[in-house]
C-alpha cells in the first residue's frame, strides 16, 4: 500500500464510523476517493478491495438497503461501519492477571507470533485495561521460532488457503509433493506438527515441519473450511510416542561424552532394545580399531540422526540401516551444498544486519489505528516515549501524527479533523472522530495471546493462584468469535525436564546466593566445575537456561539446566556486582576481541540461522539464499554445525576452514560407502 492509500483508508474507515445511516457508493467517490477519471467498475473493484482491507483491520463493513423498488441498485446502497460491533470491549485486568499475560505475550517475543501478541497488548493498554506489572526476573520463558514455513503456515490457516510443499515422508524417505488444507498446527514430543486435509489422499495426515525440504507456498486463490470445532491438542493427543529403538553405533576412544552418558550396556540391554542381528552388516561386526561400540536407546530416527551427523568421521552407525540412511542422507546434502560453486561475497555498508521485516503502509496503518486510542487514555506523555513504545523512531511517529492531523470526515470543517498537538514535544489529542477505542482483536492477536496463555499451564508457578484462569476467560470473552479459531494453534511444553534443579536455581536468584555447578559443555567435550552468580533463568521451549556471572570465565555465560550435573549453593553470597544483558533472547555467545569472523551461504530454509547465530551482516542472494557474516568464537566446531544442518548452511571464508569442512564431510561420509544410498523399505 502507498502512502496515500493509507490516508485514504483512513479517511475512509472515519467517514464509515461516523454515518449513522449510511453512505452511498457515489457520495464516497466524490467526498473520500475525490475521484472523476476512472469508469464505474474500475471504481467497484477499487471500492471492493478496500472493503476487505478494513475487514482485514477487524472492521466489518455493513450494507444498507432500502425496501422496495431499486433495493438491489449498487447506486442506492449505502455502506456504514457500526460503532460497537467492531470495538474491543472493557477488559478490566488485575496487576497478577496483567503479569501472566505479558507473560503470555512475550512467549511469542521472537517467534511466529510475536507482532501480533505486541499488537494485542498494545490494544489492552489503549483501552486503558493494562496495568504496569512487574514481571518475575527469574521465570521468563519463550517459544523457539519455528522458521519460515510455521509463520507461512500460521496466515494459510487463518486465511483458509490450501499450502502446496515437498515433504519427506518418514516411512519411505522419499521427498513428495503435498497438496494440502491446514487445519491446525501444534506441538508433540518436541516437534511442530501440521494437521490438515491432504487432497491427494483424501484424508487427515500429521506433518512434522522437520520434514518439509521446500517452502510452503500458499494457494491464494483457493479456499477451504475447516471441520467444526477443530482442537488441534486433542488431535495431537492421540498421536502416540514413537516406541524406543536401539542404535548400535561405534564411536571414537575418549570422544563423544555426552553420547557415552545416554548409551547403555550391551549385556544390560533389554530384548526391545537389542538391536537385531540381521540389522547389523557383516562388514560391522566388529567394531573398528580405535573405536567403542555403544548401544544408544531412541525413538525417533531424524532427530537421532541430526546429532550424529555433527559428529562426522568420529562415529558410525552400524544399526539399524533406516538411521545410518538418515545421517548419510543429511552428510550427503551437507557436502553437495559444499562443492556447489563459491557465489561472489559482497555485503552492504557496514552495519548489523537489519533482520526485522520491512515495514509497510499496512504497518502504519495498523499502527495510527492503536495509536489514537492509546494517546486518548495517556495524553501528555513525551514523544520519545510515545515512538519508545511503538518501537519506531520519533521520525516515523511524527509521520503518522501528520497524516492523523490531515484526516477526518468528508469535506469536513476543521473541526471535523483528527486534532492532535505536539509543539511541547508532549503528545495531546482533543478530536478524536470515534476512534477513542481500539478494534477488536484480530485471529492472529487472539490466537496469540489465548495459546501463549494454554501454553503457561505447564509451568506450576504461574498456573497457581489464579490469575491464569481468570485472565484466560476474560480474554476469551473479549475475543469472541475470534477466540475460538484459537484452538487451532497449540504451543509447546515449556515446563523444564528437571525441576529440581530449575527450582535450586530460582531460590538462589531470590537469595542472591552463589551456586556450584558441575556442567558438561559438548563443544569441549568434557566436564568442568565453576562457581556462579545466578542472575536469570529463561528458556526456548522446555530447554532451560541459567544466566549467571561465571567466577572461572571472568563473564557472563549461559548454562543449559540439562546439561548441569550437579547444582548446589556453596555457602557465599553473590558478588552482586554483575547485571543480565539487556534485552531478550540473551545471546547463547559471548562475542570476544579474538573471535573468527565467518561467512556463511544459507540454504532458502536456512535463512533463519542468520538470527539463531547473531549474523552481523547478511546479503541475499538470488533464489532466496543468503550470505551472513557470524562471530564464532571457535571454529573447530564448524564442521559439526555444518554437518547438523544438512545441507541448509556451508563455510565460504576464510577458505581454510571451507576446505576443513569439506574434508571432514568427505571423511564422515567414507564411513558409510557400503551402506545403500536411498530409503531402506
Known amino acids: 500500500m502507498s502512502a496515500s492509500r493509507t490516508e485514504r483508508l483512513l479517511n475512509l474507515l472515519i467517514a464509515l464510523l461516523n454515518t449513522k445511516y449510511g453512505l452511498r457508493r457515489g457520495e464516497l467517490r466524490e467526498k473520500v476517493y475525490h475521484d472523476t477519471t476512472s469508469s464505474e467498475v474500475a471504481f467497484g473493484r477499487r471500492f471492493e478491495r478496500d472493503k476487505g482491507e478494513l475487514r482485514r483491520f477487524g472492521f466489518d463493513v455493513e450494507t444498507v438497503t432500502d425496501k422496495g423498488w431499486g433495493s438491489d441498485d449498487p447506486a442506492t446502497t449505502r455502506y456504514r461501519i457500526g460503532k460497537e460491533s467492531n470495538r474491543l470491549p472493557d477488559v478490566s485486568l488485575t496487576p497478577e492477571e496483567c503479569t501472566v499475560l505479558v507473560l503470555a505475550a512475550q512467549l511469542w517475543e521472537h517467534a511466529a507470533l510475536g507482532s501480533a501478541a505486541l499488537d494485542a497488548v498494545r490494544k489492552l493498554q489503549a483501552a486503558g485495561g493494562l496495568v504496569d506489572a512487574g514481571l518475575p526476573a527469574a521465570v521468563q520463558p519463550r517459544i523457539r521460532p519455528a522458521g519460515q514455513a510455521f509463520e507461512d503456515l500460521v496466515s494459510a490457516m487463518h486465511a483458509q488457503h490450501p499450502v502446496s510443499f515437498t515433504y519427506l515422508a518418514g516411512s519411505t524417505g522419499q521427498e513428495q509433493e503435498r497438496l494440502v488444507e491446514p487445519w491446525g498446527l501444534g506441538s508433540r514430543f518436541g516437534q511442530w506438527y501440521l494437521v490438515g486435509h491432504d487432497r491427494a489422499r483424501g484424508d487427515k495426515r500429521f506433518f512434522r515441519l522437520s520434514r518439509l525440504t521446500s517452502a510452503v507456498t500458499v494457494l491464494e486463490k483457493e479456499s477451504f473450511k475447516p471441520p467444526e470445532g477443530f482442537n488441534v491438542r486433542a488431535e495431537l493427543a492421540g498421536l502416540p510416542e514413537l516406541p524406543v529403538q536401539t542404535a548400535v553405533v561405534d564411536v571414537e576412544q575418549g570422544r563423544l561424552l555426552g553420547l557415552r552418558k545416554r548409551a547403555v550396556a550391551a549385556s544390560g540391554a533389554t530384548p526391545e532394545h537389542a538391536a537385531p542381528e540381521s540389522a547389523t552388516p557383516e562388514h560391522a561386526a566388529h567394531p573398528a580399531t580405535g573405536t567403542d561400540r555403544l548401544t544408544v536407546p531412541f525413538r525417533d530416527a531424524e532427530t537421532l540422526a541430526e546429532e550424529l551427523a555433527s559428529y562426522g568421521p568420529r562415529v558410525r552407525v552400524v544399526s539399524p540401516p533406516d538411521l545410518a540412511a538418515a545421517v548419510r542422507r543429511r552428510l550427503t546434502a551437507a557436502a553437495g551444498f559444499a562443492a556447489r560453486p563459491v557465489p561472489d561475497v559482497a555485503f552492504p555498508d557496514a552495519g548489523h544486519a537489519a533482520r526485522s521485516r520491512k515495514r509497510t503502509s499496512e504497518d502504519q496503518l495498523k499502527r495510527m489505528l492503536q495509536l489514537v486510542p492509546f494517546l486518548v487514555h495517556n495524553q501528555g506523555l513525551h514523544i520519545s516515549e510515545v515512538a519508545a513504545r511503538f518501537g519506531i523512531t520519533r521520525k516515523e511517529l511524527e509521520d503518522d501524527l501528520r497524516i492523523l492531523i490531515c484526516s477526518g470526515l468528508p469535506e469536513g470543517y476543521p473541526d471535523d479533523l483528527l486534532d492532535i498537538q505536539w509543539d511541547t514535544d508532549h503528545v495531546f489529542i482533543t478530536q478524536a472522530l470515534d476512534l477513542t477505542r481500539p478494534v477488536r482483536f484480530t485471529v492472529d492477536e487472539a490466537c496469540a495471546l489465548l495459546t501463549g496463555l494454554e501454553t503457561l499451564n505447564g509451568l506450576p508457578e504461574v498456573a497457581e493462584g489464579g490469575a491464569l484462569e481468570s485472565v484466560t476467560l476474560k480474554l476469551m470473552a473479549a475475543a469472541g468469535e475470534e477466540g475460538l479459531k484459537a484452538a487451532a494453534l497449540s504451543g509447546p511444553e515449556v515446563a523444564p525436564g528437571n525441576s529440581a534443579t530449575l527450582e535450586t536455581a530460582r531460590s538462589a536468584i531470590r537469595s542472591g546466593a552463589q551456586l556450584h555447578l558441575v556442567y558438561f559443555s559438548p563443544q569441549r567435550d568434557a566436564v568442568s566445575e565453576r562457581d556462579v552468580d545466578p542472575l536469570r533463568l529463561y528458556s526456548l521451549d522446555n530447554t532451560w537456561y541459567l544466566e549467571a556471572y561465571c567466577h572461572s570465565a571472568r563473564g557472563l555465560r549461559n548454562f543449559r539446566l540439562d546439561r548441569i550435573e550437579a547444582l548446589t549453593p556453596n555457602g557465599r553470597p553473590a558478588a552482586g556486582t554483575a547485571k543480565p544483558l539487556d534485552g531478550f533472547p540473551v545471546k547463547l555467545f559471548t562475542p570476544n576481541d579474538d573471535d573468527t569472523l565467518v561467512v556463511v551461504e544459507l540454504a532458502p530454509r536456512g535463512t533463519g ?35 547438523q544442518h544438512g545441507g541448509m548452511v556451508r563455510i565460504l571464508q576464510p577458505g581454510a576452514l571451507a576446505d576443513a569442512s569439506r574434508q571432514w564431510l568427505a571423511a564422515a561420509l567414507a564411513q558409510y560407502e557400503d551402506f545403500p544410498a536411498g530409503p531402506i523399505d
Open 609 to 643: 540461522l542468520a538470527d539463531d547465530y547473531y549474523a552481523e551482516r547478511t546479503a541475499p542472494l538470488p533464489g532466496g539464499g543468503m550470505l551472513a557474516e557470524i562471530r564464532f568464537g571457535s571454529t573447530d566446531w564448524l564442521p559439526t554445525f555444518v554437518a
